[in-house]
């Protein structure tokens, strides 16, 4: 039971434009979101992050909007640049006992084509 | 740059052996993580200890056992390996102070099991 997906493996975008990344869940104890990039041989990098109380958190070229009605989050990266290419990862957090843990989702191959 | 380290990179074992996996934390780092990443997924959470005990677990047998140190270092022991053991395994850990959604992660060991 995946309770994070991200359906689209990968993504393909030219230097410039816009990448956007998406990602569903549907625990609704799920208050805090993340996103992470993972480059090969690397751990998980965080990214961004927005609360369940938000709907839009910006950081630079990165924005993620969440609408919680639909469950759906997303990630927009603008303009995208070659550097950007990566596997970017979808996270969700809710307590969990007395623990604080991560939910993955799939991920998401990003190339930003030169 | 995270500052946490894992120890081996790269590890082969056979089904039925035992194996322990090594992480190393930032000074100060006293909530720690580990995840089992499958070829292919998202992380999944194994477990976490917070001041050297175990505070949360996700949906691993009990031959998936861990200790935290007071020197911010932590283990993550699997017992009766099996094929599907298989995985990228990360640890993650979170700065004093900080919520635990906040979570570093290190490069990860690659375990495979023959």
């Known amino acids: 039971d995946q309770q994070v997906k991200q359906n689209s493996p990968s993504l393909s975008v030219q230097e410039g434009r816009i990448s956007i990344l998406n990602c569903d869940y549907t625990?609704?104890?799920?208050?805090?979101f993340l996103w992470y990039k993972k480059y090969p041989a690397e751990g998980p990098t965080f990214l961004i992050s927005?609360?369940?109380?938000?709907d839009k958190n910006e950081d630079g070229r990165f924005t993620v909007f969440l609408n919680k009605s639909a469950k759906h989050l997303s990630l927009h990266i603008v303009p995208s640049q070659p550097g950007d290419s990566a596997v970017y990862f979808c996270?969700?957090?809710?307590?969990?006992?007395?623990?604080?843990?991560?939910?993955f989702g799939s991920g998401t191959q990003l190339t930003v084509l030169p | 740059e995270t500052g946490v380290t894992q120890s081996p990179t790269h590890l082969i074992k056979t089904r039925g052996q035992q194996v322990t996996l090594r992480c190393s934390s930032q000074?100060?780092?006293?909530?720690v993580s580990w995840y089992q990443q499958a070829l292919g997924q998202g992380p999944q959470f194994i477990f976490q200890?917070?001041?050297?005990?175990?505070?949360g677990r996700g949906n691993f047998p009990p031959r998936f056992s861990g200790l935290q140190f007071p020197n911010y270092s932590s283990e993550l022991n699997v017992n009766a390996l099996e094929l599907d053991d298989s995985a990228l395994y990360l640890c993650?850990?979170?700065?004093?102070?900080?919520?635990?959604?906040?979570?570093?992660f290190g490069p990860g060991t690659r375990l495979t099991v023959l």
């Open positions: 993650a850990s979170t700065p004093r102070g900080l919520a635990a959604d906040t979570q570093y």
């Open positions: 625990n609704s104890m799920f208050d805090y």
């Open positions: 927005i609360s369940s109380i938000k």
């Open positions: 996270a969700a957090t809710g307590m969990s006992g007395s623990a604080r843990q991560l939910t």
């Open positions: 000074s100060g780092h006293n909530t």
């Open positions: 200890y917070y001041r050297e005990e175990e505070n």
